[in-house]
């Protein structure tokens, strides 16, 4: 099944979100796993966290001010072209974005600044944006 266009829900998170940066070989830490919302992966290359921003220490690598959509789901793994559709139509809008997939669904991160550009892009492509 694939499901490439079509109106797509999307549920803004209250919190603001940061992006992380820790050593690869760094433990996780307690203070990212805080919230209604965190996302952990390693790589060979860093330990990425997003997380709610207030909880972020100071003194590390770190990109602020991040608002959360996420797109409803779930979706099953074989429709194909949801991501793509929904950051076709954000990138349309001259609007970085930064993805996180879970098992369930997606949940796109765009820059404070750049949400209501987004979800006047997204609400004029017919998708539905709410709380």
């Known amino acids: ?15 603001r979100y940061a992006v992380v940066r820790l050593a690869p070989e760094s ?44 797109l409803v789901g779930p979706f099953a793994f074989d429709e194909t072209g949801i991501v793509a559709s929904v950051t076709r139509t954000i990138a349309d809008a001259d609007v970085g974005v930064f993805v996180v997939s ?15 550009t987004v979800t006047s892009a997204l609400r004029g492509a017919g998708h539905l944006v709410g709380r």
């Not at 099944?1 to 919190?15: C, I, N």
């Not at 879970?102 to 209501?116: E, F, N, Q, R």
Request: hydrophobic residues 35%; charged residues 25%.
């Open 27 to 70: 433990s996780i830490p307690a203070w990212a796993t805080s919230g209604r919302f965190f996302s952990i992966t390693r790589t060979d290359d860093e330990l990425s966290v997003v997380c709610r921003q207030e909880s972020v220490p100071d003194d590390l690598t770190v990109s602020n001010d991040w608002s959360c959509l996420k």
């Open 1 to 15: 099944m694939t499901k490439q266009s079509g109106a797509f829900r999307f549920q803004l998170l209250d919190e």
């Open 102 to 116: 879970t098992y369930d669904g997606d949940h796109i991160l765009v820059k404070v600044a750049d949400l209501s």
